[in-house]
C-alpha cells in the first residue's frame, strides 16, 4: 500500500502494488532524496526502520522512546511522503488519516470538540469515546511499518525508459484499448506524452494496433491484438444472433460513463441525463447503445432518448434478470417502480407491457415478485 496524491490537491488516495514493483511507479533515488528533509520525530522513526527493518510499533515506540502519539505522528507524515507503508489496511488507513488532518483549522475544530465533550456529553458518552480512542491505538499497535525504499517493495531498480514501457504496457493490460482519456484517470504515472511515444514504438514494432476501434473515444487509440480479436468475435456473434440487451451496474468498470467519456446522454424530453455511480444504479443497452437508465434498485425509470416502445419492453425483462441473483448480490427481495420518465408507474402508457412480464399494480407502484420470474 502507497500513500498517493490526486490530481484533487484537496484529496489523498491509496494504491496497491504487487510486491516488487515499486520502481514501475516510483523513483528510489527522488524517495531518498525526500527523506533526508526529514526532521525531528519522522527522522528517528526512518532511521530505525533502516537499521531494524519491518517492525511492530510497539518495537518502534520503545526502540526509539517516541511517546505513542509522537510516534503516530511520525508514521503519518512518513506514509503522507511515500516512505512508509503497513501490512495492515485498517492501521494504514487511521493513521494516514490523522496524518491528513492535521492543521490549524482541524486544531481547533479538536479543542472546541473536546470542550464541547466535556461541558455537554454526559459521563457515559465520554467513556464511549475513550474506549474507542484506546481501541483504534490497540490497532495502530498491532500493525507492522516498513519502508517503501527496501528491495522487496521496490525491486529492481528502473531506468526512465525502462519505466515507461512498463507503465505503458501495464496501461493496456489493464485497458485493452488505450487512449488519453483512459491515462487521465491515473495518476502516479509518467507524462503521457511520454508514454505516447513508447506506444508508437510498441505500435512500430508490431506488439500493438494503432486506430479508431471504438466509437465515442477522442483521438488515436492503441490497443492489444487480443483485445481487437475479442472486439471481432463479439461483432461477429452480434450479427449471427442479433444484438442482446444487457444491464450494467453503474459502478461496473465496464461502464464508461462518469469521467472517462462524455456521451452527452438526455432524456425524452432532451434534458440532460446524469448518470451516477452507485449501486443502486443501473443502465440497459441495446444493440450497443444505451436506452434506459434505472436509479434506486429500479424504482425510478428514464428513457434515454430515441428509445423505442420496443426498446422498453425488452429492456424490462432484463430486471426480472436481476431479481435472479443471489440475496447477496441484491438488497430487495422485489423490485418497485414508481416512477416512469418523470410519470406515475401506474399510469405510465406502457403498464400493460410490465403487466404482461409479471409486475402487479398496487397503488401508484408496479411491484415484480420472485415468484413472477
Not at 485497458?175 to 511520454?194: A, D, Q
Amino acid at each position: 500500500m502507497f500513500a498517493g496524491k490526486t490530481k484533487d490537491a484537496g484529496r489523498r488516495s491509496i494504491q496497491f502494488r504487487l510486491r516488487g514493483d515499486g520502481s514501475i511507479f516510483a523513483d528510489r533515488d527522488a524517495l531518498l532524496a525526500e527523506s533526508e528533509q526529514l526532521r525531528g520525530e519522522a527522522q528517528t522513526v526512518f532511521a530505525f526502520l533502516i537499521e531494524n527493518g519491518a517492525s511492530y510499533v510497539r518495537d518502534i515506540e520503545m526502540g526509539t522512546g517516541l511517546s505513542f502519539l509522537q510516534l503516530q505522528a511520525a508514521l503519518g507524515e512518513l506514509a503522507d511522503k511515500g516512505l512508509v507503508s503497513c501490512e495492515n489496511y485498517e492501521t494504514f488507513l487511521m493513521v494516514l488519516q490523522s496524518a491528513y488532518n492535521k492543521g490549524p483549522a482541524n486544531t481547533r475544530m479538536v479543542k472546541k470538540t473536546r470542550q464541547h465533550l466535556l461541558k455537554k456529553v454526559p459521563q457515559r458518552a465520554m467513556g464511549s469515546a475513550i474506549r474507542k480512542m484506546v481501541q483504534e491505538q490497540t490497532r495502530i499497535r498491532d500493525g507492522r511499518w516498513f519502508l517503501t525504499t527496501s528491495f522487496a517493495v521496490m525491486g529492481k531498480l528502473l531506468s526512465t525508459p525502462e519505466r515507461t514501457v512498463a507503465q505503458a504496457r501495464l496501461l493496456l493490460q489493464r485497458y485493452g484499448i488505450l487512449v488519453k482519456e483512459f491515462y487521465r484517470r491515473e495518476f502516479g504515472l509518467l507524462p503521457w506524452y511520454t508514454i505516447f511515444q513508447c506506444l508508437k514504438r510498441l505500435e512500430w514494432q508490431g506488439e500493438i494496433r494503432r486506430g479508431y476501434f471504438v466509437e465515442g473515444l477522442s483521438g488515436v487509440q492503441f490497443a492489444l491484438p487480443e483485445a481487437l480479436d475479442l472486439l471481432e468475435k463479439i461483432h461477429n456473434e452480434q450479427l449471427s444472433t442479433g444484438d442482446q440487451p444487457v444491464l450494467l451496474s453503474s459502478l461496473d468498470p465496464a461502464l464508461p460513463y462518469g469521467g472517462m467519456v462524455d456521451w452527452e446522454l438526455t432524456d425524452t424530453t432532451g434534458d440532460p441525463l446524469k448518470i451516477i455511480r452507485s449501486p443502486s444504479n443501473h443502465l440497459a443497452f441495446l444493440d450497443g447503445r444505451p436506452v434506459l437508465y434505472a436509479e434506486n434498485f429500479f424504482q425510478r425509470l428514464s428513457s434515454i432518448a430515441d428509445m423505442q416502445d420496443n426498446d422498453f419492453a425488452i429492456t424490462a425483462r432484463l430486471f426480472g434478470d436481476w431479481l435472479k441473483l443471489p440475496s447477496l448480490l441484491r438488497p430487495k427481495n422485489r423490485i418497485e417502480i414508481s416512477q416512469i420518465d418523470h410519470q406515475g408507474a401506474a399510469t405510465h402508457k406502457l403498464v400493460k407491457q410490465f403487466l404482461k412480464l409479471g409486475y402487479e399494480k398496487e397503488g401508484d407502484r408496479l411491484t415484480l415478485w420472485p415468484s413472477a420470474v
